[in-house]
């Protein structure tokens, strides 16, 4: 069980075009979806905790205006990229927590030409 | 800002070596969390440990949590091929909403 399923896996797009990303936890509702950033051969960094049905709590440095965070049911949280550009090529992974440990989505590696 | 440190940052060994793999902090961790990540792939979760000083085995990985709660280690006895990949440690705070602090990173290369 706890299974999070992140789509797309792989994206690529023109640059200021915006890219939406879905996470979903399909057995299990999720009070608490979060999403992170990773570079390559670095860690995980937190962007933002989203709780369904309030806004989401962006990490310091982060812009909420773009990076559009929405968590409208309990298995479903979207981080839309907005007017993308080559610097936030990277690689994004968001997880959920029902009340125990975080589960984690596959990532989703997004390039912006 | 809560900092988790892990070392060594990248380690290359041989088949059947045994390592072990450091996670530090100043702050303490109602928990601390154990990852394996695979290129392209999410982390997953290999153990959490909770008590200070609580020592946990999973086959050829040893956990250990530190007895403050600050610091924890993670040891594999006679690595193999199928070992490599990035480690992850993480802290967790209290509550549903709490967040985990990711550490540095330790990225594993086992080659036969």
């Known amino acids: 069980g706890a299974v999070v399923s992140q789509h797309p896996s792989w994206v690529i797009c023109k640059s200021g075009t915006s890219v939406k990303i879905e996470c979903r936890s399909l057995d299990f509702q999720a009070t608490t979806m979060f999403w992170y950033r990773q570079f390559p051969k670095q860690s995980l960094m937190l962007m933002a905790t989203s709780n369904e049905g309030s806004k989401a709590t962006y990490e310091q440095g982060v812009e909420k205006d773009k990076f559009l965070i929405n968590h409208a049911s309990l298995t479903l949280s979207t981080l839309t990229v907005t007017s993308a550009h080559p610097e936030d090529s990277s690689f994004y992974i968001c997880?959920?927590?029902?009340?125990?440990?975080?589960?984690f989505g596959d990532g989703t590696r997004l390039s912006i030409l | 800002t809560q900092l988790l440190e892990q070392s060594p940052q990248f380690l290359s060994i041989q088949e059947g070596e045994n390592l072990t793999v450091y996670c530090n902090s100043s702050s303490v961790f109602s928990s601390l969390q154990w990852y394996r990540q695979e290129p392209g792939e999410g982390p997953v979760l290999l153990v959490t440990v909770v008590t200070g000083g609580e020592v946990k085995k999973l086959k050829r990985l040893t956990f250990q949590f530190g007895d403050a709660r600050k610091d924890s280690s993670l040891h594999i006895t006679a690595a193999q091929p199928g070992d490599t990949g990035l480690y992850l440690c993480?802290?967790?705070?209290?509550?549903?909403?709490?967040?985990?602090?990711f550490g540095t990173g330790t990225r594993l290369q086992v080659t036969l």
């Open positions: 997880s959920a927590r029902e009340g125990g440990p975080q589960h």
């Open positions: 993480a802290g967790d705070g209290t509550g549903t909403a709490s967040k985990l602090t």
